[in-house]
Nanobody
């Protein structure tokens, strides 16, 4: 069983930056994709960004393109650099991994972290 733990969330002013990390351990297989999703109170969990096993393919939600950058390293850790943050980015951010049929949907990701809170003030 893969264990995923997010860190790096916090409170930041609009226009500021945060860097989220996802630490992976105890995995029994190599996921083809790792990704970030977020969920605000009363809303569905939504896709933010995903990255392929090699790191060569990345995909972003339209709302974060040009502001967020996803990456992963050789130790199977994953990162999300978030710049120019907006109040609408406020949510719990989740790390996920798996071999999804659709990289944009939650259903295809087998493993999930517990989430880290990101709050962006006006």
């Amino acid at each position: 069983q893969v264990q995923l733990v997010e860190s790096g969330g916090g409170l930041v002013q609009a226009g500021g930056s945060l860097r989220l990390s996802c630490a992976a351990s105890g995995r029994t297989f190599s996921p083809y994709y790792m990704g970030w999703f977020r969920q605000a109170p009363g809303k569905e969990r939504e896709f933010v960004a995903t990255i392929s096993r090699s790191g060569g393919s990345t995909y972003y939600a339209d709302s974060v393109k040009g502001r967020f950058t996803i990456s992963r390293d050789n130790a199977w850790n994953m990162y999300l650099q978030m710049n120019s943050l907006k109040p609408e980015d406020t949510a719990v951010y989740y790390c996920a991994a798996g071999n999804p049929g659709s990289i944009y949907n939650t259903g295809g990701y087998t493993y999930w972290g517990q989430g880290t809170q990101v709050t962006v003030s006006s």
